[in-house]
């Protein structure tokens, strides 16, 4: 209990606070320390007599420990501590503030156990404890607690079971408990809490059933069950919450059928089941769900026909049935669907017939799967020049009329065939055939290329004493005839005539076909990509000894192993190399270097890839090989030929395969062990590569690029690249705005810079809102949009962009606040560590970002040289532990922009 009950107590408490989260440094700490009344200190809040009622210092860049005295304030009702960069473990004194009903310590750095003494806190009813470091169990002693509403422990690293003691909750409305390491069954104990309205318990190593006493939750709206080890069946009694609106069971071991029942929740808006063992017929009663926004029932063994009733689903957006055994027809019902953006039904070999013609007419649908199907697409101009505007649709055409030969340059189908990326070689297979029981030798074959009517290369092919095999045999290169065909024939608009025995060697009749195509000729899929631009920026920590991978990279070039797997397995013609002088990070985690080499980007106006390499010792730091945005433009890669590809396959679109545990699987895979499942080609040897090999994009090997992998990748260079690389546009005084979310969507801004940078603004529209204000409220300016997501992760996303400035900011820009789906971010004058940009003013390259200048503490005693050095540019340069600092450029901000920085 308290040691006394007077407000200089209170007084003492605030005062150990502040010095031990270095209060000098909070964004806002006005009136502290100071004889004022404590109702004038920031955040703070008094009753009349002056004892403290509510302290509120979230987002106040507190850092430290939080110190035992903080349960000397007997009033509080109220305290918020959230969003700051608190450490060491929550003191067990706070179980002693017996008045207080709202406790937040959401989102620091905490670690350590959860004190039992919390438990005492009979008035609590906002516990929020998320997104910290804390370990250990979940205390029983919680369950206590009568009045709580809200019990927030997300995003920790707690472990044991979730005790059974919750359950006597009675007052619960929410409960999160998700992304930790939680084991065991859910307690049935927890279907007692009937004001629960949201149950959260996603991403831990949950086993046993859903306990069928869920089906009491008669208040919940929202149920997250993934990502755990959930067996048995999905209980009926599901059905029996009305108000139901989001329920996600996806990726455990669920069995037995989806019960019809669902069909009766008639407000739900998302139904995820995908990737467990379910089993029987999709219920025609889901099509019911006519609010339903979202439907996923991949990876599952659902059998039987998909139901027509699914076309009552007006506001469906997302329908994916991938990877099951489903059978029939895709119904004509679908055609009706006019907000459908996403169609998977790809990897259920039984369903057959043509696709309705309707799709066509389905305004908002970009993505459509149909691949390991028996689906095709029917004979019609305007269907098929649909189907090209679409992203990667992988559906034949219902006629068998393909023609037994094809040209490849990594991977090649018959079902789907691979464009070919113009200006490079490629390998010419016409697989002849004889027919059952014919005995014919491989007969002479002539193959002459046309451009525009004209003859343009003609290639001869020996004939050989090798049997002609009665049906195509991809797999031997000894079956078919083959040539290497030079880079400048292949070029857009080839076409193709295959003459086999030519002289007539053999007689009018050489028990093959004699002529491919037998009329006209053979069209030739070759499309021209943009040349691809990559800049390497060798990336080291300067207080790190780093020669030897410095050597290594000191004169790369594009012709280098190291990107051998990029001209062989992505679509790349041209390939342009420029090696980036070294660059020095404070990085400590791999999204901080992501956005720190997007960053860097951006500054220099980098129209192509940018991709930082990392030795050995950062791939430990930071924990990972290698990441990349998907569809953007920046990754990191340690020195492998794999890492390197594999990244860039990411900046091109392509998700992980499903195979070794990589994260975020794409659902419309073709296999579901990630195999490339059709004959590549290896132009270093001239050999085969087999369909059992993985796709580059999983975590498994032999590596190969699928065909699947491939033409997405083609598709997405095409279409946001364009025929040429962008031009760059002209340099300006802009506003440097970067930040990045977490997996929950919870935002983060990074210190603001004015720079001297081409300008880079997003696309509009996303669920991210950026707004720069004046003091008095006025919106200087207002950016909505989405972040990229960084793959190899946990759906973490981030974002640079380069704002153009009016010169009316440097006197009035006060706060940058940044809002999305999972909270809030706000910059101001001095809200952040100093962090530094460090820049050749010769050449406008970055050399160093230092997000906060106390990581670079270069060893004992460098610490306050740094930080003191902060408000001045040019010492810090010189104090920096960085080659040649003294001559470069450097800016620092602590959040907005300095007075310095817009006169500079």
């Not at 055939?433 to 003859?455: I, Q």
């Not at 470069?888 to 500079?904: D, I, K, M, N, T």
């Amino acid at each position: 209990m308290p040691l006394s009950t007077n407000p200089s107590t209170d007084r003492a408490a605030l005062i150990a606070l502040y010095e031990a989260t270095n209060g000098a440094g909070w964004k806002n700490s006005a009136n502290w320390l100071t004889g004022a009344p404590l109702e004038d200190w920031y955040g703070v809040e008094t009753e009349v007599d002056g004892r403290v009622w509510r302290l509120r210092l979230r987002d106040n860049d507190l850092e430290g420990r939080i110190p035992p005295e903080i349960g000397h304030l007997a009033r509080l009702t109220g305290l918020n501590l959230g969003t700051n960069a608190l450490t060491g473990p929550i003191p067990p004194e706070i179980g002693g503030l017996a008045a207080l009903r709202s406790l937040s310590l959401s989102s620091n750095r905490l670690e350590g156990r959860i004190p039992p003494q919390i438990g005492r806190l009979a008035r609590l009813t906002e516990l929020h404890l998320s997104d910290n470091a804390l370990t250990g169990p979940i205390p029983p002693e919680i369950g206590r607690l009568s009045a709580l509403r809200g019990l927030g422990m997300w995003s920790n690293d707690l472990t044991g079971s979730i005790p059974a003691e919750l359950g006597d909750l009675a007052e619960l409305d929410r409960l999160w408990l998700s992304y930790n390491d939680l084991t065991g069954r859910i307690p049935p104990r927890i279907g007692r809490l009937r004001q629960l309205r949201s149950l959260a318990l996603s991403y831990n190593d949950l086993d046993g059933s859903i306990p069928s006493e869920f089906g009491d939750l008669a208040a919940l709206t929202e149920l997250w069950l993934d990502h755990n080890e959930l067996t048995g069946p999905i209980p009926p009694g599901i059905a029996r919450l009305p108000e139901l609106r989001e329920l996600y069971l996806g990726h455990n071991a669920l069995t037995g059928p989806i019960p019809p029942e669902i069909g009766g929740l008639s407000r739900l808006r998302n139904l995820e089941l995908w990737s467990n063992d379910l089993g029987g017929p999709i219920p025609a009663e889901l099509g019911d769900l006519t609010l339903l926004t979202e439907l996923r029932l991949e990876r599952n063994a659902l059998r039987g026909p998909i139901p027509a009733s699914l076309g009552n689903l007006t506001y469906l957006e997302f329908l994916s049935l991938a990877q099951n055994d489903l059978s029939g027809p895709v119904p004509a019902e679908l055609t009706g669907l006019a907000w459908l953006r996403e169609l998977a039904v790809n990897g259920n070999p039984q369903l057959s017939g043509l696709l309705p013609v309707g799709l066509r007419d389905l305004p908002r649908l970009t993505t459509l799967n149909a691949g390991g199907t028996a689906l095709c697409a029917p004979a019609d101009p305007d269907f098929e020049a649909w189907l090209r505007t679409l992203r990667a649709a992988r559906v034949p055409r219902c006629e068998n009329d393909v023609a037994p030969v094809y040209l490849t340059q990594s991977v090649q189908s018959f079902e789907f065939p691979v464009p070919l990326v113009a200006g490079r070689p490629a390998l010419l297979r016409v697989f002849l055939t004889a027919p059952e029981g014919e005995t014919v030798g491989l007969p002479p074959v002539r193959a002459r290329f046309y451009l525009e009517d004209a003859e343009i290369h003609t290639m001869d092919i020996p004939g050989s004493a090798l049997t002609v095999p009665s049906s195509v045999e991809e797999g031997r290169l000894d079956a078919s005839a083959n040539a290497a065909i030079p880079a400048e024939v292949v070029q857009p608009g080839l076409e193709l005539v295959v003459e086999v025995d030519p002289e007539d060697t053999l007689g009018p009749d050489p028990g093959t076909a004699k002529r491919i195509p037998a009329t006209g000729r053979q069209a030739i899929d070759v499309r021209a990509v943009p040349a691809l631009h990559l800049t390497y920026l060798p990336i080291v920590r300067p207080e790190v000894t780093s020669d030897d991978f410095l050597s290594r990279v000191a004169e790369l070039t594009e012709d280098d192993s190291l990107f051998s797997g990029v001209r062989q397995w992505l679509p790349v013609g041209d390939f342009t190399l420029a090696l980036h002088e070294v660059v020095y990070t404070s990085a400590r985690t791999h999204e901080d270097l992501m956005t720190e080499i997007e960053a860097i980007r951006v500054l220099e106006g980098g129209t192509g890839y940018y991709m930082g390499g990392i030795p050995q010792y950062l791939v430990e730091e930071v924990g990972l090989a290698g990441r990349g945005f998907i569809g953007g433009r920046t990754s990191f890669a340690r020195v492998r030929t794999v890492t390197v590809a594999h990244e860039l396959g990411h900046n091109m679109d392509l998700r992980h395969a499903p195979c070794g545990g990589a994260g975020g699987p794409d659902p419309a895979f073709p296999t579901r062990d990630g195999t490339i499942g059709v004959w590549g080609f290896n132009s270093a040897d001239s050999s085969l590569v087999d369909p059992e090999a993985s796709d580059l994009m999983s975590y498994c090997g032999p590596k190969w690029i699928s065909d699947y992998s491939f033409s997405k990748a083609f598709d997405h260079r095409v279409r946001e690249e364009g025929g040429a690389a962008a031009a760059r546009t002209g340099v300006a005084r802009t506003l440097l705005l970067w930040g990045r979310a977490d997996a929950n969507g919870v935002p983060f801004l990074e210190p603001a810079f004015v720079v001297d940078a081409p300008p880079a603004l997003p696309r509009s529209g996303g669920p991210y809102t950026l707004t720069g204000a004046a003091a008095d409220g006025e919106t200087l300016f207002s950016l909505n949009f989405d972040m990229q997501e960084m793959a190899d992760g946990d759906g973490e996303s981030g974002f640079v962009f380069a704002l153009p400035v009016s010169p009316a900011w440097a006197d009035r820009l006060a706060t940058v606040v940044l809002v999305g789906p999972g909270g809030t971010a706000t910059l101001s004058a001095a809200s952040r560590p100093p962090a530094a940009i460090l820049r050749d003013p010769r050449t406008g390259q970055v050399r160093g970002i230092v997000r906060d200048l106390t990581n670079l503490d270069g060893g004992a005693g460098r610490l306050g040289v740094l930080a003191g050095a902060a408000a001045d540019p040019v010492s810090l340069a010189s104090s920096l532990p960085i080659p040649d600092a003294a001559d470069l450029e450097v800016l620092v901000s602590r959040g907005l922009p300095s007075a310095r920085q817009w006169r500079r």
